[in-house]
């Protein structure tokens, strides 16, 4: 310790010295699993969810860039290593055999004292070149230039080191599409997401259209390296969908097949942010007119997957080798305050992986992977036929933070039904996920989540779900303070609870009128860590 500031002279000189006498002048190879992040202190943290992807600790926000190859699904994730808050943009790293149980590997990519990204690694997607080979495509972050942010590369070590685990990536020197006036908004272009066929690659950036809105841009390439931008891909009315706001990121192009009527179906995710945007994921299924490079929706008003309150951000997909399902990804923000989120040494987290699918009715099904089941543990209840009284005895002794539940709900009287969940014996600390069959929406009531005075959980959260007169089936997964709710394979809702006390583990069924619960089931979970 010194008494003064060493000068750069004096630290240089200090550095050499240690090298010359501990390691013959060699600069030493540190160990990853001597300088990694060690998540264990966490999990003793009762709002950390223990079966939702996260990094060891600190800061995340969407995880994206999802691909299978060698027998392994990869995901990445927005991520500062230094600490639980937005600083320094990393890729994170996770690798899993299948898509529940996962590893952290060193970080993939990170901005360096380099030209081309030395201010982040932000989002973007990852495909195969022409040899099979993963890739790599990110925003790259460079405050020294403008706009200051363009599209680039990065290619595995596979080929060199057989490494299954894809832990080394090299990236390609210089910007491979750098936004020029009128290529959309200028100065806000990000997030690429690229796919190949056989006729060459193809990208989506995310961006709008001075004065009229969100956009997402279109481009494609015969070698990967030369892009040629071909115009907006789709852009929606501001007009008419203010809430689309200026600038959409995080575009997202998947194939859904056939419907009824013959024609190919795609979907089309984007979430929006700027001045007056509702921060939210919007999709709209219609068709891709690959000669022009657009798309074509089947309605020009785009709906919700998630109605909760911007806990379902972030999208990112792939359509799965080996199963052909197309699959989405997410960040579940966590709606604290940065004291709390420093405080804790983490901040947000992966939503579970969803399986999307065109229903026979033209609409998007939604399901959470079958791959979730592995996770269950011992059955705490399971009946039917029973009254809404005889359910909640059978409740009484039911509790947990780490549990999945399938309960279907038949009306009756009842003209709003549900489940309060994370319920303290004396009801002080409760959230209710209810449906309302007058409002035909499915809500959330945070008012009484908890007591904890710098916690934001409160009020009414919800969107509209039309069950066109069926039994309402929720599918819900807790997770210390996550909630995700699936309804009719239709809509999920998405949202965090904090209860300040610790015996908020109860449940408990509700209605304002007579209803009969036909079936209930409840399983511990397991955390995958």
């Known amino acids: 310790m010194y008494n003064r500031a060493l000068s750069a002279e004096e630290v240089a000189a200090s550095y050499q010295?240690?090298?010359?006498?501990?390691?013959?002048?060699?600069k030493p190879q540190v160990q990853y699993d001597e300088i990694k992040l060690d998540r264990t202190p966490l999990l003793l943290d009762r709002h950390r969810p223990q079966y939702h992807v996260s990094p060891p600790a600190h800061w995340m926000n969407e995880p994206h860039a999802p691909i299978y190859?060698?027998?392994?699904?990869?995901?990445?994730?927005?991520?500062?290593?230094?600490?639980?808050?937005?600083?320094?943009?990393?890729?994170?790293?996770?690798?899993?055999?299948?898509?529940?149980?996962?590893?952290?590997?060193?970080?993939?990519?990170?901005?360096?004292?380099?030209?081309?990204?030395?201010?982040?690694?932000?989002?973007?997607?990852?495909?195969?070149?022409?040899?099979?080979?993963?890739?790599?495509?990110?925003?790259?972050?460079?405050?020294?230039?403008?706009?200051?942010?363009?599209?680039?590369?990065?290619?595995?070590?596979?080929?060199?080191?057989?490494?299954?685990?894809?832990?080394?990536?090299?990236?390609h020197p210089e910007p491979l599409i750098v936004q020029e006036k009128?290529?959309?908004a200028f100065g806000d272009f990000r997030d690429p997401f690229v796919w190949k066929d056989d006729d060459g690659w193809y990208a989506l950036v995310g961006s709008g259209i001075e004065g009229e809105g969100g956009a997402a841009l279109a481009f494609e390439s015969q070698d990967m390296l030369n892009w040629t931008y071909k115009g907006p891909f789709y852009q929606a009315d501001i007009q008419k969908f203010p809430y689309l706001g200026p600038i959409w990121e995080l575009p997202v192009l998947l194939p859904l097949g056939i419907d009824n009527q013959g024609e190919n179906k795609h979907l089309l995710l984007v979430s929006p942010v700027g001045k007056g945007a509702d921060v939210e994921v919007f999709y709209w299924i219609g068709r891709l007119d690959k000669h022009n490079l657009s798309f074509?929706?089947?309605?020009?008003?785009?709906?919700?997957?998630?109605?909760?309150?911007?806990?379902?951000?972030?999208?990112?997909?792939?359509?799965?080798?080996?199963?052909?399902?197309k699959i989405i990804f997410t960040i579940a923000q966590g709606d604290r305050t940065s004291e709390l989120e420093y405080q804790s040494g983490w901040a947000h987290n992966g939503g579970l992986p969803l399986s999307v699918y065109l229903r026979g009715d033209g609409r998007l099904g939604i399901e959470p992977i079958q791959e979730l089941q592995s996770l269950r543990g011992a059955k705490q209840l399971s009946f039917h036929d029973k009254s809404l009284t005889e359910a909640n005895v059978l409740l009484r002794d039911v509790q947990g933070d780490m549990l999945e539940i399938q309960v279907e709900l038949e009306p009756g009287g009842a003209t709003q039904l549900g489940i309060k969940v994370r319920c303290t014996p004396d009801g002080e600390e409760e959230t209710l996920l209810y449906y309302d069959l007058n409002e035909a929406k499915l809500l959330v009531d945070r008012t009484k989540t908890t007591q904890h005075p710098g916690e934001k959980c409160s009020g009414v959260q919800g969107g509209k779900l039309d069950l066109l007169g069926e039994n309402l089936k929720l599918h819900i997964y807790l997770d210390r303070s996550m909630v995700e709710a699936y309804a009719n394979g239709l809509k999920s809702l998405t949202t965090r609870v904090y209860p300040s006390r610790k015996d908020a583990l109860g449940l408990e069924l509700w209605g304002d009128g007579e209803l009969v619960v036909k079936t209930m089931e409840v399983w511990n979970m397991q955390s995958i860590w």
């Open 17 to 26: 010295h240690v090298l010359e006498s501990a390691h013959g002048g060699v």
């Open 69 to 171: 190859f060698d027998g392994q699904y990869h995901l990445f994730y927005q991520h500062n290593p230094l600490g639980p808050f937005f600083y320094q943009i990393h890729w994170g790293h996770w690798v899993s055999k299948d898509l529940v149980h996962w590893r952290d590997l060193p970080v993939a990519l990170a901005p360096e004292k380099d030209q081309l990204a030395p201010d982040g690694i932000w989002s973007g997607s990852a495909t195969y070149d022409a040899d099979g080979l993963p890739v790599l495509f990110f925003t790259a972050g460079n405050d020294s230039v403008s706009p200051n942010q363009s599209v680039a590369l990065a290619r595995s070590t596979y080929s060199e080191n057989g490494d299954p685990d894809l832990v080394q990536w090299v990236k």
């Open 182 to 184: 009128g290529m959309g």
């Open 296 to 325: 074509i929706p089947d309605q020009e008003e785009p709906e919700l997957i998630d109605v909760g309150d911007f806990h379902f951000t972030g999208p990112s997909g792939m359509v799965d080798p080996k199963t052909g399902r």
